[in-house]
């Protein structure tokens, strides 16, 4: 069974950057497909990004692209979103999810979730 814990979470001003971390318990941290999602409040959970268990394949949402980047560490068993340019809008609750290999964009096909961290940008 796979654990996820996301931390780095926290108040930024607009303009700002943060860095969150999403750290797995699992023994093959390597073949599995990592993403992020967020939601804020009175808002559907939204895909943010992914990367496939090789880190050879990223997606971004359109909203996101530019700003945002994915990256992991296998060693660490870390997966990390490096947020750049934060807007207001940004504000969210951000959460790591797992799956298999291969990247999907739907909430559903993830089968592993953390309790997520909350991102707040100021104005």
């Known amino acids: 069974q796979v654990q996820l814990v996301e931390s780095g979470g926290g108040l930024v001003q607009a303009g700002g950057s943060l860095r969150l971390s999403c750290a797995a318990s699992?023994?093959?941290?390597?073949?599995?497909?990592m993403a992020w999602f967020r939601q804020a409040p009175g808002k559907e959970r939204e895909f943010v990004t992914a990367?496939?268990?090789?880190?050879?394949?990223?997606d971004y949402a359109d909203s996101v692209k530019g700003r945002f980047t994915i990256s992991r560490d296998n060693a660490k068993n870390t997966v990390y979103l490096q947020m750049n340019s934060l807007k207001p809008e940004d504000t969210a609750i951000y959460y790591c999810?797992?799956?298999?290999?291969?990247?999907?964009?739907?909430?559903?096909?993830?089968?592993?979730w953390g309790q997520g961290t909350q991102v707040t940008v100021s104005s």
């Open positions: 699992v023994r093959t941290f390597s073949i599995y497909a």
């Open positions: 990367i496939d268990w090789s880190g050879g394949i990223t």
């Open positions: 999810a797992a799956r298999f290999t291969n990247i999907r964009v739907i909430a559903a096909d993830y089968a592993y």
